[in-house]
């Protein structure tokens, strides 16, 4: 959609008809997806170059080959992240294009409606209405199209942040975690914890005993409580999400009931995801990847996926006996 027809003033006055806010300048998102795609175009060429600087050293031996080997095709080396970096580049630019291209037909409609509401004004104004209604319903796609475009470029610069650190970035909710999750043995959690009214407002930082900063939270809702594990890691908790997974003593303890499953993480490296609660959390080498499941429905796949750092893991949580009913 050109900013000369939003611009011209008999759809201007349609959409102040209609009641419809100033509609986003789509100018910026062109630069994001051009900036984007230069991004995958680096890498693609970083790729293809550090592939022939690999060919070169396949046919010579001693330290600076296998330095090369170490570095080029090793876990982490710049062969495999030069490559995933433009893939991920590429598919982000392709879906700001498909998204950009929804917001512009959206626009394109509402600027219709626009000509359609001056005349309906003149000639037909029991009409209007309606022509509001659809206005309102196409400004609402267009909305979503412009949180669509922030997700991804959120999503993005988590990747980035995360290898910038030396961190690796893990899509808990991708196919290949899924099925790994659904693989995964069950544990119960054993360990009282200690648990207290939180205030809104309240900063809580988690730390880990091997010294990874996991993450920090903010209290946002009234009656949330902060629950400490017995190595110290902190959490907030929602009212509902508290009872679905702890009994509260009424003395500062409470009783887990919880239920995960859980596994190593398999990187070798230090990770980075996005966990449900919002923001980033991190964790070591030695953490595990956890996801919570109902213990009466243990098989059923959810979102509430996250990291338990190794230790706090080892203090905390026990592995289902064989044959021992996961409700139990």
């Not at 070169?56 to 030069?82: I, K, P």
């Given at each position: ?25 789509l100018d910026l998102l062109d630069e994001h997806i051009a900036a984007v795609d230069a991004a995958a175009a680096y890498y693609r060429e970083l790729a293809t170059d550090s592939g022939f600087a690999y060919q070169l ?272």
């Amino acid at each position: 959609m050109s900013s000369d027809l939003l611009s011209d003033p008999y759809v201007a006055t349609g959409l102040t008809i209609l009641g419809v806010p100033p509609l986003p300048d789509l100018d910026l998102l062109d630069e994001h997806i051009a900036a984007v795609d230069a991004a995958a175009a680096y890498y693609r060429e970083l790729a293809t170059d550090s592939g022939f600087a690999y060919q070169l050293a396949a046919a010579n031996q001693g330290l600076a080959a296998n330095a090369v080997h170490a570095n080029l095709t090793g876990s982490g080396g710049a062969l495999s992240e030069a490559g995933d970096l433009a893939e991920r580049f590429s598919h982000t630019a392709d879906g700001l294009r498909i998204t950009r291209a929804l917001i512009d037909w959206a626009m394109g409609v509402l600027a219709v409606l626009a000509v359609a509401a001056v005349a309906v004004v003149a000639f037909f104004p029991e009409t209007l209405a309606q022509l509001i209604a659809m206005a309102r319903r196409i400004s609402e796609m267009i909305r979503a199209g412009m949180k669509d475009v922030s997700r991804l470029l959120r999503a993005l610069t988590k990747r980035i942040n995360a290898r910038v650190k030396g961190r690796r970035y893990v899509n808990v909710h991708s196919r290949k975690m899924t099925d790994e999750f659904g693989k995964a043995p069950l544990y119960r959690k054993t360990a009282m914890v200690r648990v207290r009214d939180g205030r809104v407002g309240e900063r809580v930082d988690t730390v880990l005993a091997d010294g990874t900063h996991e993450t920090t939270n903010y209290v946002t809702e009234p009656g949330s409580k902060i629950v400490t594990n017995p190595g110290g890691e902190s959490q907030i908790l929602g009212q509902e999400r508290f009872a679905e997974r702890y009994d509260d003593s009424g003395d500062g303890t409470a009783r887990p009931k919880g239920m995960v499953r859980a596994f190593d993480n398999p990187t070798g490296k230090h990770i980075t995801i996005a966990p449900p609660w919002g923001g980033s959390q991190e964790g070591g080498v030695g953490s595990k990847f956890a996801m919570a499941v109902d213990p009466a429905a243990p098989e059923t796949m959810t979102t509430d996926r996250y990291i338990i750092g190794g230790k706090e893991f080892s203090e905390t949580y026990e592995p289902l006996a064989p044959n021992e009913p996961p409700a139990g």
